[in-house]
């Protein structure tokens, strides 16, 4: 089950990060490890519950956010402002709504928390838990999806 939600949740971004950020996306195969972010993370923190629990963390550094930010606003942000952090938010919810939708045509009935934007070392509520991380590349930068297993 853990690689079919990760295959899925490939598509979803993919897909979400062009359309949202016109940014052409490679993911690569995903990464099992436990769960410790820094404070120079930014997360944007979602959680499903329903068929599957798991908690998302979409995961960039400062500088990809900023990225991602500028993209999606179709102007130059220089800081993370209480806007960039809903944009980054929205990003999320459209990741989130997706990944639902396309659990749900497989079956699966999930329903989403309102994603929360925060700082890495904020996000205490995973810390150790075992994660798949899936590396999203752009030409812009990376980012990651990290799936926790909510128990």
């Known amino acids: 089950m853990r ?3 990760i295959r899925l949740i490939s598509i979803v971004v993919t897909k979400v990060i062009h359309d949202m950020c016109y940014l052409e996306v490679n993911t690569l195969d995903s990464v099992d490890g436990i769960c410790d972010y ?3 993370d930014i997360i944007v923190k979602l ?4 068929d599957i629990k798991r908690g998302l963390c979409i995961r960039m550094n400062n500088d990809m ?4 930010i500028s993209k999606m606003m179709m102007r130059d942000v220089q800081e993370i402002d209480y806007i960039g952090e809903s944009a ?13 939708t396309m659990l749900y045509v497989n079956g699966l009935t999930e329903d989403v928390t309102v994603p929360s934007y925060m700082k890495g070392d904020e996000c205490d509520m995973f810390l ?3 994660m798949s991380s899936l590396p999203v590349q752009t030409v812009e930068g990376n980012l990651f999806v990290d799936v926790i297993e909510l128990l």
């Open 3 to 5: 690689q079919e939600i």
């Open 38 to 40: 820094s404070s120079d």
């Open 47 to 50: 959680e499903l519950f329903g």
């Open 65 to 68: 956010a900023l990225k991602v």
């Open 88 to 100: 980054l938010c929205e990003l999320g919810n459209m990741i989130g709504g997706n990944f639902s």
């Open 128 to 130: 150790g838990m075992e």
